[in-house]
């Protein structure tokens, strides 16, 4: 069975400095996509980035970028430039490609609360 | 925004009663989830649809039920509810780029 594991619970990062989320994940299939999550203070589950495994090149939306090492099953969360509303919850997520009574599971991982110090 | 919404919003109940919980889409999603969150779990699927009145079990769906007579509407059940079954509960949907899409959330009280 697939994981997904988030081995931070908790982060700080000072405002305008960089900060990397860790994700680990352990799969036997070679197709799969993985997701980023944030989950502010609303709770409204927003998407932040998507990677697919068969692509080489690290996804990339503005501030937020992955470090995608599929050998090592790694998938990072980078935000650059950290400003105050990044301050949330950040899940990682696992799709796999195994297609299981006409539908696909997704897989996340426990949380990172990230704090953002003015 | 992928349409979604879920009633209620938020629910205080005592341990034996039913509870349903209702997620309601307006964009013709066929797959459609419910999972719970709770603190140091992250979310967990709890049941899932992949058409109407096809659904099948998740991770966690002991002492949960759902159904989906309808494409927009996914109902949650806690037949006999309990005070484990306090949580946040998020339906989903799985839309285009294979993203899923969230409610906004039920918070769950069983006293």
């Known amino acids: 069975a697939q994981t997904v594991t988030q081995s931070q619970p908790e982060m700080s990062v000072q405002e305008a400095e960089t900060v990397t989320l860790s994700c680990t994940y352990d799969t036997s299939e070679s197709d799969y996509y993985l997701f980023w999550y944030k989950q502010p203070p609303s709770r409204q589950m927003i998407l932040v980035i998507r990677?697919?495994?068969?692509?080489?090149q690290n996804a990339t939306e503005n501030r937020f970028s992955v470090n995608f090492q599929k050998a090592a099953k790694s998938f990072s969360l980078k935000i650059s430039d950290s400003q105050l509303g990044d301050a949330a919850m950040y899940f990682c997520a696992y799709r796999g490609s195994s297609y299981t009574s006409g539908t696909y599971k997704y897989i996340f991982g426990t949380g990172t609360r990230l704090k953002v110090l003015a | 925004d992928a349409g979604i919404t879920q009633s209620p919003r938020h629910k205080v109940t005592e341990t034996g009663t039913p509870v349903t919980l209702r997620c309601h889409q307006t964009?013709?999603?066929?797959?459609m989830y419910w999972y719970r969150q709770d603190p140091g779990h992250g979310l967990r699927l709890i049941h899932y649809s992949y058409g109407v009145k096809d659904t099948d079990k998740g991770e966690v769906s002991d002492g949960y039920s759902v159904s989906r007579s309808k494409t927009e509407d996914f109902l949650l059940t806690l037949e006999s509810a309990t005070s484990s079954q306090t949580s946040v509960y998020f339906c989903?949907?799985?839309?285009?780029?294979?993203?899923?899409?969230f409610g906004p959330g039920t918070r769950l009280t069983v006293l």
């Open positions: 990677q697919e495994a068969y692509k080489q």
């Open positions: 964009e013709n999603h066929r797959y």
């Open positions: 989903a949907i799985s839309a285009r780029d294979n993203e899923q899409f």
